[in-house]
């Protein structure tokens, strides 16, 4: 049973950062590319970012290159999300995704992630 439990949510405002993570139990997940989603209230789940099984390759939506560090730690079974500058319009959902075939790291669809966990609230204040 593959579990993801995300965590690192909050509060902050405008211009302030913070650190995502989750963590994956249930299968090697080294195995497996992960990958940032996020949904804002009347809104479509959005790509965020990607990083391969070694962590090799990474993407990045254009809205938060620059700004967002996905990273992982294959030992800990743990992906991270590190978040600078933070805009109101990042408020949202945010969730973590394990997908299992090897598309390329530029497939941002959200069908093409196998596992989900149960999301975490951002919200930035102006």
């Known amino acids: 049973q593959v579990q993801l439990v995300e965590s690192g949510g909050g509060l902050v405002q405008t211009g302030g950062s913070l650190r995502l993570s989750c963590a994956a139990s249930?299968?090697?997940?080294?195995?497996?590319?992960m990958g940032w989603f996020r949904q804002a209230p009347g809104k479509e789940r959005e790509f965020v970012a990607a990083?391969?099984?070694?962590?090799?390759?990474?993407y990045y939506a254009d809205s938060v290159k620059g700004r967002f560090t996905i990273s992982r730690d294959n030992a800990k079974n743990t992906v991270y999300l590190v978040m600078n500058s933070l805009k109101p319009e990042d408020t949202a959902v945010y969730y973590c995704a394990e997908r299992e075939k090897s598309y390329s790291i530029t497939n941002s669809r959200a069908s093409s992630y196998d596992y989900w966990g149960q999301g975490t609230q951002v919200t930035v204040s102006s």
């Open positions: 990083i391969s099984r070694s962590g090799s390759n990474i």
């Open positions: 249930g299968r090697t997940f080294s195995s497996y590319t």
